[in-house]
């Protein structure tokens, strides 16, 4: 292991330390790419040795969503930093170079990991690269030398926010601190599932009548994995503030949690019986209102499966990062030419263009590090354009990140209020 000296300390400790190499530029679809030197920092509440040897920290993992491969044999690890005598300062830090859009956001956490989890680093026949990840998870904590912090992921804690030009969030995605908006809850028993789980309603208004609405129907919009966006990372609060902005018209949001993750891969992977159980169980209520769905990664396939299977009724979607390699396996190796189910449905199609996908309306996002999805990306939207499918295509500075996808639902939706088609809906 190479230790970091304690002369290359700022006098200053702060997290992360971002520095523009002078290397040139590149020009992407997805932006002017530039090299970083960022370094990350992480410091122990007490640089003493812990009596238990078991729970000395004998390294700190690092996790930058969509940069580092938590995948990969060796985790992205910061290194001890010591004194002139090689005593250790309680101080970790780690620098790395990246080729990133310039105004790239997203969002990091530290792993530390003691002497008795050390074994858990090791990949084995027992150890696979996912439940080493798993393991590691429920140990995770926001990078306390960094005020720019993110409430999100499954655990419900802290991640810490990188910018690489500073730039705020909008007034409308700051954190709210008095409540505003209230979510409407019930128990949806399905008995096409046979499964039980509560759902949230939420009606945002305008502030008041003076306010200029573009809508006059209000639109559903319906947010799969709710559990994310009503607990983890509440957007209520957010979307009435949109909404009281005139940056968001009004609308009701219906958020559809998951049971479990289980039933997540069974609900959300191309299954008609979850689509049948929305349409017959929970839709008779709007029945006269424009339907939006939002949905990301899994939840993203879900929500375009839906759209090219019911297009009268799905006609509107925002996908973020969807998974569209699904059901393949082995998805990351860049030389996999195979194409997932949605790519090999719409090439199938047996009239070209098919006149029940002429009205639908897709945005499709993912981000400028998520590669693979990239990858799949690329054939399915081959076979929409031949099947005269409409849809915008936008590569965020971003990555396979919760905080990306918090920012891009509202520009998403933003975005397609705005869209001639949307506006044809409230001509009608």
Same mark, same amino acid.
């Given at each position: 292991?190479?230790?970091?000296?304690?002369?290359?300390?700022?006098?200053?400790? $702060?997290?992360?330390?971002?520095?523009?190499?002078?290397?040139?530029?590149?020009? !992407?679809?997805?932006?002017?790419?530039?090299?970083?030197?960022?370094?990350?920092?992480?410091?122990?509440?007490?640089?003493?040795?812990?009596?238990?040897?078991?729970?000395?920290?004998?390294?700190? *993992?690092?996790?930058?969503?969509? *940069?580092?491969?938590?995948?990969?044999?060796?985790?992205?690890?910061?290194?001890?930093?010591?004194?002139?005598?090689?005593?250790?300062?309680?101080?970790?830090?780690?620098?790395?170079?990246?080729?990133?859009?310039?105004?790239?956001?997203?969002?990091?956490?530290?792993?530390?990991?003691?002497?008795?989890?050390?074994?858990?680093?090791?990949?084995?026949?027992?150890?696979?690269?996912?439940?080493?990840?798993?393991? =590691?998870?429920?140990?995770?904590?926001?990078?306390? =030398?960094?005020?720019?912090?993110?409430?999100?992921?499954?655990?419900?804690?802290?991640?810490?926010?990188? $910018?690489?030009?500073?730039?705020?969030?909008?007034?409308?995605?700051?954190?709210?601190?008095?409540?505003?908006?209230?979510?409407?809850?019930?128990?949806?028993?399905?008995? +096409?599932?046979?499964?039980?789980?509560?759902?949230?309603?939420?009606?945002?208004?305008?502030?008041? &009548?003076?306010?200029?609405?573009?809508?006059?129907?209000?639109?559903?919009?319906?947010?799969?994995?709710?559990?994310?966006?009503?607990?983890?990372?509440?957007?209520?609060?957010?979307?009435?503030?949109?909404?009281?902005? &005139?940056?968001?018209?009004?609308?009701?949001?219906?958020?559809?949690?998951?049971?479990?993750?289980?039933?997540?891969?069974?609900?959300?992977?191309?299954?008609?019986?979850?689509?049948?159980?929305?349409?017959?169980?929970?839709?008779?209520?709007?029945?006269?209102?424009? +339907?939006?769905?939002?949905?990301?990664?899994?939840?993203?396939?879900?929500?375009?499966?839906?759209? =090219?299977?019911?297009?009268?009724?799905?006609?509107?979607?925002?996908?973020?990062?969807?998974?569209?390699?699904?059901?393949?396996?082995?998805?990351?190796?860049?030389?996999?030419?195979?194409?997932?189910?949605?790519?090999?449905?719409?090439?199938?199609?047996?009239?070209?263009?098919?006149?029940?996908?002429?009205? =639908?309306?897709?945005?499709?996002?993912?981000?400028?590090?998520?590669?693979?999805?990239?990858?799949?990306?690329?054939?399915?939207?081959?076979?929409?354009?031949?099947?005269?499918?409409?849809?915008?295509?936008?590569?965020?500075?971003?990555?396979?990140?919760?905080?990306?996808?918090?920012?891009?639902?509202?520009?998403?939706?933003?975005?397609?209020?705005? $869209?001639?088609?949307?506006?044809? !809906?409230?001509?009608?």
């Amino acid at each position: 292991m190479q230790n970091n000296a304690l002369e290359n300390l700022p006098a200053e400790l $702060s997290s992360p330390v971002i520095k523009k190499l002078n290397t040139g530029k590149q020009v !992407t679809e997805s932006g002017i790419h530039q090299d970083f030197e960022i370094t990350f920092y992480w410091q122990q509440s007490s640089p003493k040795k812990d009596k238990d040897k078991d729970k000395e920290i004998t390294t700190v *993992v690092l996790e930058i969503l969509g *940069v580092t491969d938590h995948h990969a044999a060796q985790l992205c690890q910061l290194q001890p930093v010591v004194d002139k005598f090689g005593a250790h300062t309680g101080v970790w830090s780690k620098s790395i170079k990246l080729k990133l859009p310039r105004n790239w956001q997203g969002s990091y956490f530290y792993i530390p990991v003691c002497k008795k989890m050390a074994d858990v680093l090791t990949l084995t026949a027992n150890n696979n690269s996912r439940q080493r990840w798993l393991s =590691l998870l429920p140990y995770r904590q926001v990078d306390k =030398l960094n005020n720019k912090q993110f409430t999100c992921g499954e655990y419900a804690v802290k991640q810490s926010i990188i $910018s690489l030009n500073n730039q705020e969030l909008a007034s409308y995605l700051q954190p709210i601190t008095k409540q505003k908006a209230q979510l409407k809850k019930r128990l949806w028993h399905s008995d +096409i599932l046979a499964n039980s789980r509560q759902i949230s309603l939420l009606s945002t208004q305008v502030a008041s &009548a003076k306010t200029t609405q573009h809508n006059k129907i209000k639109p559903l919009i319906i947010l799969l994995d709710g559990e994310v966006w009503t607990e983890q990372i509440p957007l209520a609060d957010n979307l009435q503030a949109a909404t009281e902005q &005139a940056y968001l018209p009004a609308a009701d949001y219906l958020f559809i949690p998951n049971i479990s993750g289980k039933t997540r891969t069974q609900e959300l992977t191309c299954n008609p019986r979850f689509w049948q159980a929305i349409s017959q169980e929970l839709l008779s209520d709007f029945s006269a209102q424009p +339907i939006v769905l939002v949905g990301q990664s899994l939840a993203g396939l879900a929500s375009l499966y839906a759209s =090219l299977n019911w297009p009268q009724r799905f006609r509107f979607v925002v996908s973020q990062s969807a998974s569209l390699w699904w059901p393949l396996k082995n998805f990351r190796q860049p030389r996999n030419q195979q194409q997932g189910l949605l790519s090999q449905f719409l090439a199938l199609q047996r009239q070209t263009p098919n006149p029940s996908f002429q009205h =639908l309306h897709w945005l499709l996002q993912y981000g400028s590090q998520e590669h693979s999805i990239a990858a799949h990306h690329l054939p399915f939207v081959a076979h929409a354009a031949k099947q005269h499918i409409q849809f915008m295509q936008t590569i965020y500075p971003g990555g396979h990140d919760k905080f990306c996808w918090y920012q891009q639902i509202f520009a998403g939706l933003h975005t397609l209020f705005q $869209s001639s088609d949307w506006r044809q !809906t409230q001509s009608n």
